[in-house]
């Protein structure tokens, strides 16, 4: 198990439903310098990254009835995933680039 070939994300309760519907497609967005957000039908999430000084193991159960783990890998980062409100500045930023023009504009 390579570490590296995955993240581990921090769901809050509104995100795990989301991602647990299959009917609602739950999508990661982001402009080259914004932070990644995850986003659903109606909720904005925010994911940060946050290293921790205890290091999580990652293992798997054996196929045998055992209280045993075997270790697979381990990690000191994850990202947190927090509820985040419209960036009504990004917004305004975005829809001025483009703004509206009457026919009587183009002649």
Partial sequence: LN???????????????AINQKDTPVVFKGDTGDNVVMCDADKTFQLRSLETS????LSVQPPQETDARVI????????????????????????????????????
Avoid at 6 to 16: A, C, T
Avoid at 54 to 57: C, D, E, V, W
Avoid at 90 to 100: A, G, I, N, T
């Fill in 72 to 107: 697979q890998g381990s990690i000191t980062q994850h990202y947190e995933s927090k509820r985040q409100p419209p960036d009504v500045h990004k917004l305004k930023r975005l829809l001025s680039e483009c703004y509206y023009q009457s026919h009587e504009d183009y002649c």
């Fill in 3 to 17: 570490t590296s070939d995955f993240k581990v994300v921090e769901l809050n309760s509104d995100l795990f439903q």
């Fill in 54 to 57: 205890n290091t999580l193991l």
